[in-house]
């Protein structure tokens, strides 16, 4: 009967137990699930914040470009702004310019008027004093000369500032050469200058504009005046042409003057560029310019002990422009 009792309460534990297991199992698949469904709805909020901090990191990038864009675009209206201004400044200067050569072209006008007075009358007294007062004779002579010269210079300067069609034909670059010296002769002895010209012989004839190459020419002299200002000692120009090839010549312009700063070298030939206080800015341009429209190329060096040489070559032949 004991027995019995024993076995009985012995089944009814191990239910008990058996309820137990199956409720802890029951509870511990529940927390796997709850686990589960946490972990998933942890990666879809990360998923979610991933996105959204994707989104703003674009947005802040849009941001940042729209920005840089408006400021690349400031940057281009002040760019744009002072290019304009500068061009309204070129263009008073250009306007300027060429009032100038107006009026030295009306005073050249005006000068050769009592100049060709001055002939006249010393040209008369000699008459009168025909085959007498020699030493007279001699200095009426010499302003007759003189005067005569004087009169070829205004000529000459008036040609230059003519706005005439480039007239190109076969041209004596020593020849040219040679006038224009005698253009400056005086201007370099007031200035304690020293001119020397080394010009090849038996040139052949080029093709081109005698005014524009000799307005080229005028110009390059009179920077080396300019450049030979400040110089102690030697203070010479060298004039030079020579056979550069079978097609082409050159023509140099050597100075003993103060050389060229190495960062100018390259703007030397824009237009308006100067380094004098009291420059225009324009010589070297234009002048590169009837070079070029001649066929040939300017250039510029510094000499290996002092100051420059500018030179530009000239094709043999060059076709007209």
């Given at each position: 009967?004991?027995k019995?009792?024993?076995?009985?309460?012995?089944l009814?534990?191990?239910?008990?137990?058996?309820?137990?297991?199956?409720?802890?199992?029951?509870?511990?698949?529940?927390?796997?699930?709850?686990?589960?469904?946490?972990?998933?709805?942890?990666?879809?909020?990360?998923?979610?914040?991933k996105?959204?901090?994707?989104?703003?990191?674009?947005?802040?990038?849009?941001?940042?470009?729209?920005?840089?864009?408006?400021?690349?675009?400031?940057?281009?209206?002040?760019?744009?702004?002072?290019?304009?201004?500068?061009?309204?400044?070129?263009?008073?200067?250009?306007?300027?310019?060429?009032?100038?050569?107006?009026?030295?072209?009306?005073?050249?006008?005006?000068?050769?008027?009592?100049?060709?007075?001055?002939?006249?009358?010393?040209?008369?007294?000699?008459?009168m004093?025909?085959?007498?007062?020699?030493e007279?004779?001699?200095?009426?002579s010499?302003?007759i000369?003189?005067?005569?010269r004087?009169?070829d210079?205004?000529?000459?300067?008036?040609?230059?500032?003519?706005?005439?069609v480039?007239e190109?034909?076969?041209?004596?670059?020593?020849?040219?050469?040679?006038?224009?010296?005698?253009?400056?002769a005086?201007?370099?002895?007031?200035?304690?200058?020293?001119?020397?010209?080394?010009?090849?012989?038996?040139?052949?004839?080029?093709?081109?504009?005698?005014?524009?190459?000799?307005?080229?020419?005028?110009?390059?002299i009179?920077?080396?005046?300019?450049?030979?200002?400040?110089?102690?000692?030697?203070?010479?120009?060298?004039?030079?042409?020579?056979?550069?090839?079978?097609?082409?010549?050159?023509?140099?312009?050597?100075?003993?003057?103060?050389?060229?700063?190495?960062?100018?070298?390259?703007?030397?030939?824009?237009?308006?560029?100067?380094?004098?206080?009291?420059?225009?800015?324009?010589?070297?341009?234009?002048?590169?310019?009837?070079?070029?429209?001649?066929?040939?190329?300017?250039?510029?060096?510094?000499?290996?002990?002092?100051?420059?040489?500018?030179?530009?070559?000239?094709p043999?032949?060059?076709?007209?422009?």
């Amino acid at each position: 009967m004991i027995k019995k009792k024993k076995t009985k309460k012995l089944l009814s534990e191990n239910r008990v137990q058996a309820g137990e297991r199956v409720r802890l199992e029951g509870l511990v698949a529940d927390l796997s699930q709850s686990r589960d469904n946490l972990g998933v709805k942890i990666q879809r909020q990360a998923d979610e914040l991933k996105i959204k901090n994707g989104q703003l990191r674009n947005g802040i990038k849009k941001q940042i470009k729209s920005e840089k864009q408006i400021r690349i675009g400031a940057t281009l209206i002040r760019k744009k702004e002072l290019e304009i201004i500068k061009q309204r400044e070129e263009l008073l200067h250009v306007t300027r310019v060429g009032k100038l050569a107006e009026f030295v072209s009306s005073l050249a006008h005006e000068i050769s008027q009592p100049l060709t007075a001055i002939l006249s009358y010393a040209q008369a007294a000699q008459r009168m004093l025909a085959d007498r007062e020699p030493e007279l004779q001699k200095i009426l002579s010499y302003i007759i000369n003189d005067d005569q010269r004087a009169t070829d210079v205004i000529q000459r300067l008036r040609s230059l500032l003519k706005k005439t069609v480039p007239e190109m034909k076969p041209l004596d670059i020593n020849a040219v050469v040679n006038e224009t010296v005698m253009l400056i002769a005086t201007d370099a002895a007031v200035r304690n200058d020293v001119l020397k010209i080394e010009l090849e012989s038996n040139l052949p004839l080029v093709r081109g504009d005698r005014i524009q190459l000799q307005q080229v020419l005028l110009n390059l002299i009179s920077n080396s005046f300019d450049a030979l200002e400040s110089v102690q000692g030697i203070r010479e120009i060298l004039i030079r042409t020579s056979r550069k090839d079978t097609h082409t010549i050159t023509v140099s312009i050597k100075d003993s003057g103060c050389g060229i700063p190495a960062q100018n070298i390259t703007k030397l030939f824009t237009r308006f560029f100067t380094s004098k206080p009291d420059g225009l800015g324009m010589g070297l341009s234009i002048s590169r310019s009837i070079v070029e429209a001649h066929g040939g190329r300017l250039g510029v060096e510094n000499n290996s002990g002092r100051g420059a040489t500018f030179y530009f070559t000239i094709p043999i032949g060059a076709k007209g422009v």
